[in-house]
């Protein structure tokens, strides 16, 4: 289904990242605290989408979508595939890590971005009972 193909795909490349990371011993951990991390270095228009559209609205969906005796599953898949579109776009065109010690703390920054987009994705997933990659 649309659902599955988009929202795994996106799990796979943030998977992917983490695990470039961790090969690439940058020492950048996902999550940190946030008061280590300068969100100020975001500056791509796709980041600040998937921050405003998507991750800052997420418990606001989740309080439309549950309503009394009036659950909107549908809503919450669409939540889902927009926030997958948004990353996949992204992740197509910036570069997330950098091997360049300047950009390390952005660097950084875009992984607890990535973070984030992995735990709402997770957890949206959990919600309509589909099992994540880790968990198949």
């Known amino acids: 289904s649309r659902l599955s193909v988009k929202i795994f795909s996106t799990l796979r490349n943030l998977r992917f990242?983490?695990?470039?990371?961790?090969?690439?011993?940058?020492?950048?951990?996902?999550?940190?605290?946030?008061?280590?991390?300068?969100?100020?270095l975001l500056i791509e228009e796709e980041e600040w989408e998937i921050i405003y559209v998507y991750l800052s609205r997420y418990?606001?969906?989740l309080?439309?979508?549950?309503?009394?005796?009036?659950?909107?599953?549908g809503k919450l898949v669409q939540f889902l595939v927009g926030l997958s579109q948004s990353f996949s776009r992204y992740y197509n065109r910036v570069r997330i890590i950098r091997d360049?010690?300047?950009l390390w703390?952005?660097?950084q920054a875009r992984l607890n971005l990535l973070s984030v987009i992995r735990s709402v994705l997770?957890?949206?997933?959990?919600?309509?009972?589909?099992?994540?990659l880790g968990h198949m």
């Not at 990242?17 to 100020?40: C, H, M, R």
């Open 17 to 40: 990242v983490f695990t470039y990371s961790i090969k690439w011993n940058l020492k950048l951990q996902a999550p940190n605290e946030p008061k280590d991390v300068d969100y100020g």
């Open 59 to 61: 418990l606001e969906v």
């Open 63 to 73: 309080n439309d979508i549950i309503k009394v005796n009036d659950i909107k599953v």
């Open 100 to 102: 360049a010690p300047h």
């Open 105 to 107: 703390k952005t660097v």
């Open 122 to 132: 997770e957890h949206g997933l959990y919600l309509l009972n589909v099992p994540c």
